[in-house]
Each structure stands twice: as structure tokens, then as C-alpha cells.
């Protein structure tokens, strides 16, 4: 199957990086919206040794002709309306799309109207499906969570937990101005705003909830920050003392004035900042899925992705999870699917499977 990555950056690097060794995919096309970045092979944005014969180009019919699916990864998080205009764009010339980058559908049901209605329309036209996943890693929210659930005979509550520290996270838009790292405490970032959190989370919270026959009626939010005790340096360079070094975000399901679904995030600038808040096993950091039942059970996850971060290793965990739905999607009806309708594992003929194997 003929992929094509749409982005370049944190996510569209790993995703180019991945096709070219994906069981039964190949590399089509490659697209940027950088005019200096085309003609450019798709090997210099993934850090591959040997040229891939793919060049990166601005022409997005012809990178659809060429292709038989989509896997969108250009950034949706201040851009949603063009994000859902462009995978519109691929589902009516009937690609298949795999996405990230639109928080809101990661729970079609629960979605805005406009845009499923606007999706579910150019996926019947043309003959194609949707999926879209999170970053964090998506399938350690929803599928991973409901799986465990189904290990333990009772549930109280259910928490999908990352504790990460951003000392190599290389990314400064998301480091500085969303997380709000090396802001002044007085200062609230982006990404940390009243209600922000459960538009991107809150699709999962209410996925679960409803994977395991349990409506959630209400969604919180808590966040605690802590100043810098210590000028630290990063790969983004200095973080001065006294500014923002952490803080501890959650996201909560309520049913019946119950807490159920939880997801957690607890982020650092730097390994030495909030020592006394729960550390990652080993190493950056950790994802976790913590069913609170009988049995208490903990599930941890880390990636490394080779000559790369522990966010690399997590974002190849993501786009792998996207693209190996892929031969699933192109055998379903036209339409928009979520992350608990898709197997975390798509059957591939064992001639493709074989190809996993290094």
C-alpha cells in the first residue's frame, strides 16, 4: 500500500521513518508546506542513512495520485479548521487517512457535528476511512487502558498516566510557548488553560468510559505548577530559576459523582525539578496505564527509537500504531473510526508479517 506522510516535523519525521520499513506499506510521497523543503528526499527529515527516492513536494494532487492512503501529520493544534479541510481533501480523492492532529475526534461520538458530519460526507464520496489517534501515545489512552481493564475482575478507577521530563525534547514551540516551560510562574501557557486540557483529552476520558459500558457525565480538571529552584540547561538551551520547571496535570471522568477515568500527566524541564513527585522507572519517561481494582494493576511502557529521544521512541509507537491499522481500514465500509474500533493488532498476510523481523 502506497503512503503518503503529509508533514515533516516531530511527528511526520518518525511516520517517514516508519513506512519505509512498515510491513506492507511503501513510501509513495512526501508532503510540506515549506517551499524550501521541497525536492528535498525524504530520507534528510527522517535521519535515514540511504536516499529513499521519495522527494518532499508542495503539489498535494500529485502526491494523492500517487498514493493509496494518507497518513496526515501536520500539526492540528492551531490549525484545526485547515486540518479538517485538508483530510477532507484526502478522504474525497478516496485516500484513506490515519491522523493525530484533531484532538476533538479522537471520540467521533462526542466530536463537533460540523466536522464528522463534513468527514463522514467525503469519506462515503470517495470511498475511504478515517482514523484519528493521539500522540501521547494514543493507543496508551484508549485501547491499552480498556485491554487492562479486561485483566482485572473489578474497576474503580482507571488511570493513563505519562511522567516525562523534556531535557532532549528538541521541539521549542512546544516546550516554551504551549507547555509554558521557562515562563514566568504568573503566567498560565497555552496548552495549561481552563478547558484546554479536556478538548484534547476528553474524547479519551469519554471513549473508555464508554468501552467499558460506563457513560461519563462530567469531566474536571487539576494542575499544580512549581517554579525552577535551580537554573537548569537543556538541549533548548537555559531555564532560568524561579520559572515554570513542572507540573502535574489531570483530566477527570466522573460517573455518579464517581472519579473513573483519569488521564495524568506529569512533566518536567528538567529530571532534578519536583523530585518528590512520581519519577519514570528509568531513563525520560514512562507511560502507564494503573487500574485502581482487583487486581491492582500496572502496566508500564517505554520506546526508544534508535539514535533517537525517549519522545522519538513514543512517537514512532504512535505513528506505528496509525499506520498498522491501515490494512484494517481499507477493508471497512466509508466512515470515521476510533481507536477502540480498530484492533491494536491488523493481520497482515504472513509474507508481509515475516518482513518485521530484523
Known amino acids: 500500500m502506497g503512503v503518503a506522510v503529509w508533514g515533516t516535523g516531530n511527528m511526520g519525521s518518525v511516520s517517514i521513518r516508519s513506512v519505509t520499513g512498515f510491513p506492507g506499506l511503501r513510501l509513495a510521497a512526501v508532503i510540506t508546506s515549506s517551499p524550501d523543503k521541497a525536492g528535498r528526499d525524504a ?95 494514543g493507543w496508551g489512552n484508549d485501547a491499552l487502558a480498556v485491554t487492562a481493564a479486561s485483566l482485572c475482575t473489578r474497576i474503580r478507577t482507571i488511570t493513563c498516566q505519562e511522567i516525562f521530563d523534556y531535557s532532549t525534547y528538541n521541539q521549542p514551540f512546544a516546550v516554551r510557548v504551549s507547555c509554558g516551560f521557562g515562563g514566568p510562574m504568573e503566567e498560565t501557557p497555552m496548552m495549561l488553560l481552563p478547558t484546554i486540557p479536556t478538548m484534547v483529552w476528553g474524547g479519551n476520558i469519554r471513549l473508555v468510559g464508554r468501552g467499558l459500558g460506563m457513560e461519563i457525565d462530567e ?64 531513563g525520560a519517561g514512562d507511560h502507564r496505564v494503573i487500574v485502581d481494582g482487583d487486581p491492582q494493576l500496572t ?38 473510526y476510533d481507536g477502540l474500533q480498530v484492533p491494536l493488532r491488523s493481520a497482515l498476510p504472513s509474507d508481509a508479517e515475516v518482513t518485521r523481523w530484523a
Not at 502535574?248 to 518528590?276: E, F, M, N, Y
Open 43 to 137: 530520507a534528510t527529515f527522517a535521519g535515514l542513512d540511504q536516499p529513499t527516492g521519495i522527494t518532499a513536494t508542495t503539489d498535494i494532487d500529485e502526491a494523492l495520485v500517487a498514493s493509496d492512503a494518507v497518513a496526515y501529520m501536520a500539526s492540528g493544534d492551531i490549525r484545526p479548521e485547515e486540518a479538517v479541510a485538508d483530510i477532507e481533501r484526502c478522504l474525497r480523492a478516496g485516500k484513506h487517512v490515519v491522523t493525530p492532529s484533531l484532538y476533538s475526534l479522537y471520540d467521533p461520538v462526542s466530536a463537533p457535528v460540523e466536522w464528522v458530519r463534513r468527514l463522514t460526507a467525503a469519506a462515503e464520496e470517495g470511498g475511504a476511512t478515517l482514523l484519528v489517534s493521539g500522540v501521547d501515545p
Open 219 to 282: 469531566i474536571t480538571e487539576e494542575l499544580e505548577r512549581l517554579p525552577l529552584e535551580e537554573t537548569v540547561e537543556t538541549v533548548l538551551g537555559t531555564f532560568e530559576k524561579g520559572t515554570q520547571g513542572a507540573f502535574w496535570l489531570k483530566v477527570i471522568g466522573w460517573s455518579s459523582g464517581t472519579q473513573r477515568v483519569v488521564i495524568d500527566h506529569i512533566t518536567r524541564i528538567h529530571p532534578s525539578c519536583a523530585p518528590h513527585w512520581p519519577q519514570p522507572d528509568q
Open 299 to 336: 502496566i508500564t511502557t517505554r520506546a526508544d527509537a534508535p539514535g533517537g529521544t525517549r519522545a522519538d521512541g513514543g512517537n514512532t509507537t504512535a505513528a506505528n500504531r496509525l499506520l498498522g491499522a491501515l490494512n484494517w481500514l481499507v477493508e471497512q465500509k466509508p466512515g470515521i
